[in-house]
């Protein structure tokens, strides 16, 4: 079992910045890839940013370049830093944590609000 926490969410205006953090605990030690996720009312959850234990990143295109993922393993942590901030930024984001066993299974946190204004 793996326990993930965000926090760091709220209202920006855009062209402004925040930063996400997600604690994990658990069963830390089987998690692989890391993640951030977003979703708004009425549209499926989609993949914003994802790092490797070994650091490797990727990102959806509509982030790159103002969004960074980064991951700290020695506190359990994962960030986000949140750039260029636009009012389609706007959504739930959601913390995840792919983690290994038999076979891959995803943990996720509760989510956290962001609001972008124009």
């Known amino acids: 079992q793996v326990q993930l926490v965000e926090s760091g969410g709220g209202l920006v205006q855009a062209g402004g910045s925040l930063r996400l953090s997600c604690a994990a605990s658990g069963d830390i030690l089987r998690i692989t890839t890391m993640g951030w996720y977003r979703q708004s009312p009425g549209k499926q959850r989609e993949l914003v940013a994802v790092?490797?234990?070994?650091?490797?990143?990727n990102y959806a295109d509509s982030v790159k370049g103002r969004f960074a993922i980064s991951r700290d393993s020695t506190k359990n942590m994962v960030y986000l830093q949140m750039n260029s901030l636009k009012p389609e930024d706007t959504s739930v984001y959601y913390c995840?944590?792919?983690?290994?066993?038999?076979?891959?299974?995803?943990?996720w946190g509760q989510g956290t609000q962001v609001t972008v204004s124009s």
């Open positions: 790092i490797t234990r070994s650091g490797t990143t």
């Open positions: 995840n944590a792919a983690v290994a066993g038999f076979r891959i299974q995803d943990y």
